[in-house]
């Protein structure tokens, strides 16, 4: 297994998956979603943190400091036909949502920027999302963006086993550990 090269041999590099959004504006709820579907389908190692930050901005900032890898999931508008599933990584990241603005993304700028000035950021940005069909008031997903869905929660998966996490997907007759009322055993 390649490890990351920022973080020492044998060390597992600290991760937070964190979908951002609005599951009240139809397509802008596909990070939710897709954090949720994660947790539903597959088991994570310790070293993976999911996390439902909604349309928080800058109260999110203790979450993602100290982090060797940040993925954040959200919708994308570039363009695209909706349901395409899109990545962003680097420097085009913080730019992605510095052009951005929707409420929820004008917060996640603002936390990008505060975690750069207090070199907080994590080593490693990437951002992985589905181009929206609607973004309007209304509860679920369009047909185009639930069809994508499942091609985005692989692509986050592949991306995590690629830095060697250990990702195992649930049958589906299992119960996930998020779940379970007796915790992990």
């Given amino acids: ?47 993976v943190e999911l996390l439902d930050g909604g349309t928080s901005g800058i109260e999110l900032l203790s979450y993602i400091s100290g982090r060797d890898y940040l993925i954040i999931v959200d919708a994308i508008k570039s363009g695209n036909q909706p349901g395409t599933v899109l990545k962003v990584e680097g420097e085009d990241v913080p730019a ?12 996640i700028s603002d936390l990008l920027a505060a975690a750069t000035l207090t070199d907080e950021l994590p080593k490693r940005l990437v951002l992985f999302g589905i181009e929206p069909k609607n973004i309007v008031l209304g509860i679920g ?19 995590l086993r ?22 992990k055993v």
């Avoid at 599951?23 to 190692?45: K, S």
């Avoid at 994508?148 to 692989?154: C, F, N, R, T």
């Avoid at 830095?163 to 299992?174: A, D, M, P, S, T």
Wanted: proline share 5%; aromatic share 4%.
């Fill in 1 to 47: 297994m390649s490890m990351s090269p920022s973080s020492p041999a044998g060390e597992l590099p600290n991760v937070l998956v964190m979908g951002v959004g609005s599951i009240l504006m139809t397509d802008e709820g596909i990070g939710i979603r897709a954090v949720e579907e994660l947790q539903r389908r597959y088991l994570f190692p310790d070293n």
């Fill in 96 to 107: 992605q949502f510095r052009t951005r603005i929707s409420p929820h993304q004008l917060g």
């Fill in 141 to 159: 997903l369009s047909r185009e963006v639930r069809s994508g869905l499942d091609h985005l929660l692989e692509v986050v998966v592949e991306d």
């Fill in 162 to 183: 690629g830095i060697g996490c250990k990702v195992e997907k649930l049958e589906q007759h299992e119960i996930s550990q998020k779940q379970s009322i007796w915790g």
